[in-house]
Each structure stands twice: as C-alpha cells, then as structure tokens.
C-alpha cells in the first residue's frame, strides 16, 4: 500500500510519498507561495532533488503539477496505486477524536470549525479539495493535530470561564502537534522498552511552534497549547502565556485594533518580540555577546523549565523527559539549559553526550531522550491504520 501524505498550508504544499509495505519515503517535495508568479516547486527522489520557480495560481493547478511529477517520475502509473492520501488538519474541535475518513459530511463540519483555527483549516481544507477535484475514487484520510489530546481530563481542558461558553461556543483547551507527541509516544516506548500504556513521559516539540505534552500511560494528559497553538511556550513568533488583561490594555488604552493584537501576538512577539530573531541557532550564537539575545533565549529556556515542573508535580514519577523538533533535536545548548536548573527533580544531563539517543548523566534519575519526530510518517501511519477496519 502506498500512502500520499499531504500537509496543505495557506500558500504552500508539503508532500511525502510513503511505500507502507516498509514505511519508507518514494518521493517527497514542497511547493511553496501558490498564488505568486514566484511559486517554486521543490521535489526529491531518492538522492536526486529538482527545484524550478514558475506562476501556480491556487491549490488545484499545485495539485496537478504534484501528480504530474509522480508520474513523470515513474513513481506511479496510475492513481489507482495510492492506497490513499492522509491529510493534516490542525483543529478537529470535539467532533474528531481519531483519523477520519474525508465524505461531504466531514468536509461541511470542518469550514465549521474554522472559527477555530481560522489560520489553518481553510487551508487544509483546500487541499482535501483540490484532490477531490482531481479524483473522485482515491479515499482520503483526515489526520487531526488536535486528537492525541482528547484523552485529556476536565480538570485540564476546562478553562475557568462560565460554562456556556464550553458548552455552546467550545471554548475549552484543545492542544495541538499532537501527530508528534502521538510519533514520539510510541517511538519512546520502544526505544524504552516499555508498553505503550506504561509509559510516562513529558514530550517536547520544540520548534518555531512549541509545545510541551504530559503523557500518562501512554496518554496525553495536559498540554501546553490551548483552544488556539498561542497558548503556552515562548514560540518563535507567538508569545505564549500572557496576563489575558493584556489585550484588553491595548486595545482600550492603547487603540489597537482586535485585527492587530491577533497578529501582534501571532506574528510579531515570542522571540522576534524580544529580540527580532527566531531562529535559534543565531539566538544562540548571540546571545554570548548581546543581551536582548541572552533575554530571549533566557525567558524560552525559563517558560519551558516552568511546565516542566508542572507537569512533574502532577504527573508524579515519569521514565523520560523526550525532545524533539528542530530545537530540540538539534540545539544541544538549549538542551543543557533547559535541563540546568533541574537537578533537584533528578534531571540531570551529560553535557558530553550530544549526539546521543540518551543523554542523562549517570547520577539522572529521569533518563532524557533525543527523538526526532515524523508528523508525515504518523499521518501516513494513522491513515493505514484506518482503512485497514473500514
């Protein structure tokens, strides 16, 4: 079975081709800013990789171009070799708890959840789409970000506001990135050698979205991020937690627009607030040499530290404090950091151990894992799954 795995964003298209018999990669490629005459299309085959820029007005024609290249490629002959296309979605709301397979229906009740996630639905709806358009017989899988959480407990997803504002509007914590912390659960556990519904762990994707997930017996409990991805973790543009009084201040005292503080907590705070960067590799390089770098890195590094510390407290004893995303499977700086300070809690790092799967030092009583994470594969691997009992 080969699974064609589709990450759809606003103006871009993000693809792997999976062979599932081995769960290796045929082909991957993204096609990026669609809808500008400088739409450029990366595609990898095996070691080889062709890039070239050319106008792609919308999803569909980028659709097209996709399928085009899997066929020239000699990947495929015809569609009827994909098993299926699994599709990210980032907000499920409540209705979708597990992998759902994409009808009329589905797609209706997802532009009802844009509300929601206004910022990526439309967009993942779009590509669910522009496949429809091409081809009516190829059975589509959605795979929602929101659903590893939904094993979460009232007393964490209910937040402290009257009920009906849960109970009519949805207003609860939603939790996002779940397809990684869902990855790295079951990837952890093997390398642990425990059952998946043993294992307890505190799993970090850190990335320019970050998030943090507590996960007992193999399930999500509580995570950082909330009805929306703003909650939580200092990110590389969005501010995380913030006094909610905030916005009220600026937009009453201040003038701004409901319009500006969306995208000035979205776009223009988390590390480019505090020091106009959010890649973590330059942060980290000047931070050695100018404060509002130190200032950045210092307040990621303490937010992260905090939930920790949470999540320890009421998770009790856990077996592996796991990172991963592209901070936290390559910045082995922030790594150390986020773990000085936690010696007390039995998280103790070997600073001589980078490039290791393990990393604690022999005194750690919690073993820290480096797991890198694969959305795609999990979405690919969700998507079999599925269809294998329908």
Sequence with gaps: MRVLVINSGSSSLKFKLFSMQDESVLCSGLIERIGTDESNITFSL??????KTLHIKDHDEALNILFDLLFDSGIIVTLDELGAVGHRVVHGGESYTQATLIDE????????????????????????????????????????????????????????LPRELYEKDGIRRYGFHGTSHAYITKVAAGYLNKEVSDL????????????????????????????????GLVMGSRSGDIDPSIIVYLHQLKGYSIEK??????????LIGLCG????????????????????????????????????????????????????EH?????????????????VIDPDAKEKVEIQSVESAVRICVIPTD???????????????I
């Design 46 to 51: 095996k070691e080889h990789t062709q890039s």
């Design 105 to 160: 229906d589905v797609l209706v009740k997802l532009e009802s959840l844009i509300p929601l996630a206004p910022l990526h639905n439309p967009a993942n709806i779009a590509g669910i789409r522009a496949v429809t358009a091409h081809t009516k017989e190829l059975r589509q899988v959605a795979v929602f970000d929101t659903a590893f959480h939904h094993s979460m407990p009232a007393k964490a997803y209910r937040y402290a």
């Design 200 to 231: 307890n762990i505190i799993s970090l994707h850190l990335g320019n979205g970050a998030s943090i997930c507590a996960v007992r017996e193999g399930k999500s409990v509580d995570t950082s991020m909330g009805m929306t991805p703003l909650e």
């Design 261 to 270: 503080i969306d995208h000035l907590l979205n776009y223009e705070s988390g």
């Design 277 to 328: 960067e959010n890649d973590m590799r330059t942060i980290v390089k000047k931070a050695k040499i100018d404060e509002d770098y130190r200032l950045a890195l210092d307040v990621f590094v303490y937010r992260i530290q905090k939930y920790i510390g949470a999540y320890m407290a009421v998770m009790g004893k856990i077996d592996a404090i796991v990172f991963t995303g592209g901070i936290g």
């Design 331 to 347: 910045a082995s700086e922030v790594r150390e950091k986020i773990c000085h300070g936690l010696e007390g809690l039995g998280v």
């Design 375 to 389: 959305e795609e594969l999990e979405i690919a691997l969700q998507t079999k799954a599925l269809l294998s009992v």
